[in-house]
T-cell receptor, first 112, second 114 residues
Framework: AQSVTQPDIHITVSEGASLELRCNYSYGATPYLFWYVQSPGQGLQLLLKYFSGDTLVQGIKGFEAEFKRSQSSFNLRKPSVHWSDAAEYFCAVEAAGNKLTFGGGTRVLVKP | DSGVTQTPKHLITATGQRVTLRCSPRSGDLSVYWYQQSLDQGLQFLIQYYNGEERAKGNILERFSAQQFPDLHSELNLSSLELGDSALYFC?????????????FGPGTRLLVL
């Protein structure tokens, strides 16, 4: 069965600093991978997705992610964090049948 | 705004009661998914409907049921509620069943069982 691991439960970063969130997945076939963001009291907003092709994908709000098949990873990055990026971030893999399997999430705190 | 709407936003009820959560998918989307987000279980897939038919089931309790109506809106029914059912329930929708589809999530319904 597929699974997703986000090793970091919390990350604190200073405003203007770079951010990298880790995601490792376990899935037998070619994965479809997603990053979603959940702001406090809000729903899940799609940041970016990987289906195939270029392994570096660009998303909204200045985020990008790199798919590395050899490491079973799909890490999310942002070069310069803004205070509004404080939120919880979820990595997900789509299994057969369209259902999403989510990681446990990483909560990002931004220091001024 | 994802285009997926969910009502109500908040629901407070008592143990043993039954509630119905409603979801309207994005215009043109035929697939609807329900997910539960709780502190102990995280985000879990419950069930998927496509054009009125059940397509996939996840960790959905027997006390829970869902359906998708001809106008494509969906309802999630939760009965004999327990304290542990308190959670945020999300609905998501996508165009169809093919791979390479994106699920767009609604704002969620927060259920509190007292």
């Amino acid at each position: 069965a597929q699974s997703v691991t986000q090793p970091d439960i919390h990350i604190t970063v200073s405003e203007g600093a770079s951010l990298e969130l880790r995601c490792n997945y376990s899935y037998g076939a070619t994965p479809y991978l997603f990053w979603y963001v959940q702001s406090p009291g809000q729903g899940l907003q799609l940041l970016l997705k990987y289906f195939s092709g270029d392994t570096l994908v660009q998303g909204i709000k200045g985020f990008e992610a790199e798919f590395k098949r050899s490491q079973s990873s799909f890490n999310l990055r942002k070069p310069s964090v803004h205070w509004s990026d404080a939120a919880e971030y979820f990595c997900a893999v789509e299994a057969a049948g369209n259902k999403l399997t989510f990681g446990g999430g990483t909560r990002v705190l931004v220091k001024p | 705004d994802s285009g997926v709407t969910q009502t109500p936003k908040h629901l407070i009820t008592a143990t043993g009661q039954r509630v119905t959560l409603r979801c309207s998918p994005r215009s043109g989307d035929l697939s609807v998914y329900w997910y539960q987000q709780s502190l102990d279980q995280g985000l879990q897939f419950l069930i998927q409907y496509y054009n009125g038919e059940e397509r996939a089931k996840g960790n959905i309790l027997e006390r829970f049921s869902a359906q998708q109506f001809p106008d494509l809106h969906s309802e999630l029914n939760l009965s004999s509620l327990e304290l542990g059912d308190s959670a945020l329930y999300f609905c998501a929708s996508s165009v169809g069943l093919a791979g390479e589809e994106t699920q767009y999530f609604g704002p969620g319904t927060r259920l509190l069982v007292l």
